[in-house]
């Protein structure tokens, strides 16, 4: 396997498993995080610690794993990092708009470095067992040059195509999947209970004939029990998904009805004050509509 | 295992492997259809043919698998037929809607029959295979009673509880399920392809990772691929399932918002003559809103 | 102008006003209603008790003013009563479905009496005081014949066609329309004092400028102010007649995005006990989706 | 009268006929737009061209009508063209949003400028003639100050309070209902035609009973008959104006159901190809998904 520097920006659930996960397959990397601690975590596996982006950029490549489109802008879509920078390739790893693809794409180009989207599907655990999905769009070249980096943190990468913007449309429309999934579910079992079905009987039956996989029976044990806490992935990122699919659907003229209900659902919630629960609270939503009790 | 007299009515695709399944496991079955056909077709397997319904009526056991409400209410629901009925247990299979499983319930326990409603997930393939999934609801004692001949023609039998209309309403919900599946996907394919994904891979990834299984394996390839016949369950059966998801709805005061979207989709497909194509066709609806090309 | 001698059925809050007024009118009326006490109201004005239906079929019209398509068709969709008829032609105001009026006009021409639908906008003040607005569809002759009955209840009667379905479905719009007034200005006083405007001021600038009148006026105020009680027109007849305009869509193949909205709200506010409100209190959900206190 | 020396910006449509009016009240105004044609025809009419923002700025009062929220942060929101004004206070009657109101209101203030919202209701016809609606908010001070102004520009000025974003509330409310309202008529037109009624004939009932005014028979005239051009209002911006009522619907948690169907049925029609169209044709939406000729 080749073995090549890697500079890797964003150090939190997700990034930090990551990108211990590319030192225990052998690279060099240097890490960099806004705030140190899970810095000092990193370099007790084997990173060094970098001064700032600049020294990050001064890898090979680029790996970025960052919270929204916001701190993305913000952090690395800056003409003087680029202007300056060594890498060859940046791997940005974030669930971010179908429009901010784009714009990077053709600021990388600018700058001569190769540009890869790569969002994931798993959870921080998944993350540190190397176990992720990794969809991916780029050129080719590209793609090939990164793909041992992939391979050390994802069980498969999918391929989309040779625009990154794919792969972000990719992940954007898997995460519209799973938030249709959870309302389908809410109000189902609102519909139920409301005839005198017990939700939990209804999920059980679902998730062993029709729906089986690991969404249908997590999510629908939540709603089934109304059991919206811990939050694996809290409420406003949901709606913030759900967002990035309206705005990816509004640039090209394509109307999301359930989209829109997710929308509507969502804002519902966190008016109630649900902004700290997990997604699956939106079922909430269904039982308030019905006069349910909470 | 206790044999018991059968009169079975309603010989459709399902119903002729389901009665099939009762001659094979030893019980007698007398069958009644409206067509002749599929009568000489389970006599040929051993069956009986009734020449009415009092025939039927005049075994140990009835079951029904008929096509919709207002089939059971001419043929079944009628008082003279149960006031001279010798059959102590209606087991009625169809998808029909919770207010006439309140209304058979109320009219057989008038003429101390018992009644059990065990609507099932399945195909015509997997009925005569006698591996349906039924759903039952009704008297433990009748439950129990039935349970050889429900044994005989499904893989697995879910009690949803002792008021038959439970399980017509967890079958509502599932049906429910499947329709917004397959408009989640509508959308999703159409967001991907409008922001140059091919909705093959999209299908592909998902069903690889987060969505494994039938439903979303074998809707999605035809969302995917646009291919919509043959129809496996006709678009216009779909809308009658949405309606009576929302008419146990409206009973209860259960808004439905993603069942509100599909009723108006499957109505627009239907406005655009795809009646005799499967429900996917929904997804033609999700395209057309975007202006992508049939 | 030529007298003629009317039965007429139904005499609630809008009936009586409508009888008073032919009465009025100069023509002998024969009344019915289910209740007596209107009954002996109307023969102080004049009117002749019918002992029963037939005695008011007896008459050269009918006008019926019934509450809904169950009371219609159990009372006057009769064929015994069509039958011994003398009266030449039935008129119908009441609110109905389209499918009721194309089964009345088909069973009426069955037996040779005319059948003309002629639903009406306004309250029981403005019944009493013949100001009605008519609006009327039916065969031309019959439209003639009955031409001086609706002149003494209404200020003017619209014309739709000679189909009388025509009627009922532009009555059904109408209030599709109201419907629809009343939940944009739920949701547009909503967004208003959620971002610190008064809704009543918002109204009061609105129906100075854009929307004059009295539908934008009334009910402004009573969703501004969140004063939903007396009831003029109780919320669960507001849900019926948009399931008047979902059905009668539904039956062509026309998708009403709105009307699913309207539905779902509806049913909201009944799932939270508003049963006896004016359907103006549909703005309460619009509110409680957004937080806002009652 | 008080005379004061006004900078105005933005000779669209709009603006030159409302710096036509400051101009007849005796204002010395100072215009500036993008393109030079405009001015001419306002120097004709007395005023003075100004050769950059600065001297625009070098005035009593600001008042600016430009066409959105990014041409307004582009121009006005200038912490350099602030810091050098003369100008006390600047009135904004432009339809922009919430947001862009909080943001604009503080930069005023930091400046020491006061910032009245001011936007109005009206066509260029009507704001040659100074004749339009303006919804006003600011502090009472600054309302007070540039009162001569609106005065000189509308035929009434309605007060929203002493913040500038609750003007822009109720400017983003009005125009959702204007789009509710079209949607509504859009979807009776089209249940209408279904069930066998002339639109024309419903529209002409409807506004000459319960929906008079201007909006109701203009729009009902362009749905019932179809007549998109020319565009009095192109479709854009009523999905521009729907995204605003949205936005400030998601700033507070305010769901909008309606505005959701809104907003996927003007993507519908832009992904038809309506863009020039006046947002009337959203009307063709509701044709088409029932299946109507266009």
Chains 1, 2, 3, 4 share one sequence.
């Not at 050390?152 to 999934?181: E, Y």
Request: aromatic share 6%; hydrophobic share 50%; glycine share 12%.
């Amino acid at each position: 396997m080749s073995v090549m520097t890697v500079g890797f920006v964003g150090l939190g659930a997700m990034g930090r498993g990551m990108a211990a996960r590319l030192l225990a397959a052998g690279h060099p990397v240097r890490v960099w995080n806004r705030s140190p601690g899970p810095v000092q975590e990193l370099v007790a596996k084997g990173a060094t610690a970098a001064a700032g982006l600049d020294e990050v950029y001064d890898s090979e490549a680029v790996v970025s794993m960052l919270p929204d489109d916001r701190t993305v802008e913000a952090l690395l879509l800056d003409g003087a990092l680029l202007a300056g920078a060594r890498a060859g390739v940046h791997v940005n790893m974030a669930t971010v708009s179908a429009a901010l693809a784009e714009h990077a794409t053709a600021l990388h180009a600018e700058h001569g470095i190769g540009y890869v989207a790569a969002p994931v599907l798993g959870r921080p655990g998944v993350a540190a067992a190397g176990e992720l999905n990794i969809l991916a769009a780029g050129e080719a070249a590209q793609l090939e040059r990164v793909g041992p980096l992939l391979a050390a943190m994802g069980r498969r990468t999918w391929h989309f195509g040779d625009r990154p913007v794919q792969a972000n449309t990719a992940k954007i429309s898997a995460n519209f999947l799973l938030a249709c999934a959870i309302e389908s579910m809410a109000e189902a079992c609102t519909l139920a209970e409301a005839n005198g079905v017990r939700p939990t009987d209804l999920i059980e039956m679902l998730t062993g004939t029709l729906f089986p996989g690991p969404v249908y029976s997590g999510y629908g044990a939540m709603v089934a029990e109304r059991r919206y806490e811990p939050a694996g992935f809290r409420l406003p990122l949901g709606l913030k998904d759900v967002g990035l699919a309206l705005a990816a659907g509004e640039a090209r003229n394509v109307p999301l009805p359930f989209g829109s209900v997710l929308r509507d659902a969502f804002l519902d919630a966190l008016a109630h004050g649900d902004a700290d629960k997990d997604w699956a609270a939106v079922a909430a939503v269904a039982r308030r509509r019905a006069g349910l009790p909470d």
